[in-house]
């Protein structure tokens, strides 16, 4: 089955512990990306990746950190986590001739 | 640069009421992908449909349905007869071609439905 997955489900930390979000995909995408989801302000794009080894900024990547070394797998790095990145955050990914972005179940992160 | 507006945060409806969703996008590309997701209240995020920027045929598929306006710079979506399982937070987005058909999401609409 074509999917994308993402471990874990639902984090509870603390603040300054770092952590890793990891998000695998199976349907040999290039494009892969990491959104948060807050009320009011829909869903933002922290980081994205066109392909293996090659990655960039979205809209608040401010706190966090990506890497791409394989294909399938686009993990999330918080290196310090703090209370305002409490949030629901969604992986996605899609072939890069422009067609549908399929999103993981997305994490839901609480740090205190 | 690209812009979509869910101008409706919260629409309540009850339950066999028809309603339309609005969705007005900004975008100088000729060549653009709009769409439709759903979250439900389960929090995952379900693609409806795609529709790119050469197409303005409108589309059906059950009680849902889409109309595509380039002339507005509108891709409205409507749910005939709802029903509460359509409950859900609906985000439509846009992916042009200028940008690397990276996406820009509304800050999507709430509907209610009443039973």
């Known amino acids: 089955e074509a999917q994308v997955t993402q471990n874990p489900r639902y984090l509870i930390t603390v603040t300054g512990k770092k952590l890793t979000v990891t998000c695998s995909q199976n349907?040999?995408?290039?494009?892969m990306s990491w959104y948060r989801q807050d009320p009011g302000l829909g869903l933002r794009q922290i980081y994205y990746?066109?392909?293996?080894?090659?990655?960039d900024k979205g809209d608040v990547p401010e706190g966090y950190k990506v890497s791409r070394k394989e294909k399938r797998n686009f993990p999330l790095i918080l290196e310090s986590p703090s209370p305002n990145q409490t949030s629901l955050y969604f992986c996605?990914?899609?072939?890069?001739?422009?067609?549908?972005?399929?999103f993981g179940p997305g994490t839901r992160l609480l740090v205190l | 640069a690209q812009k979509v507006t869910q101008a409706q945060t919260e629409i309540s409806v009850v339950e066999k009421e028809d309603v339309t969703l609005d969705c007005v996008y900004e975008?100088?590309?000729?060549?653009?992908?709009l769409f439709w997701y759903k979250q439900p209240p389960s929090g995952e995020l379900v693609f409806l449909i795609r529709?790119?920027?050469?197409?303005?045929q409108n589309e059906i598929s059950g009680r849902y349905s889409w109309n595509f306006q380039k002339s507005t710079s509108s891709f409205n979506f409507t749910i005939t007869a709802s029903q509460v399982v359509d409950s859900a937070v609906y985000f439509c987005?846009?992916?042009?071609?200028?940008?690397?058909?990276?996406?820009?999401f509304g800050r999507g609409t709430s509907l209610i439905v009443h039973p």
């Open positions: 975008t100088r590309d000729t060549t653009y992908y």
């Open positions: 529709r790119n920027s050469f197409d303005e």
């Open positions: 996605a990914s899609r072939s890069n001739q422009g067609e549908t972005q399929y």
């Open positions: 990746s066109m392909n293996v080894e090659v990655t």
């Open positions: 349907m040999n995408h290039e494009y």
């Open positions: 987005a846009l992916s042009e071609w200028g940008g690397s058909y990276i996406p820009t």
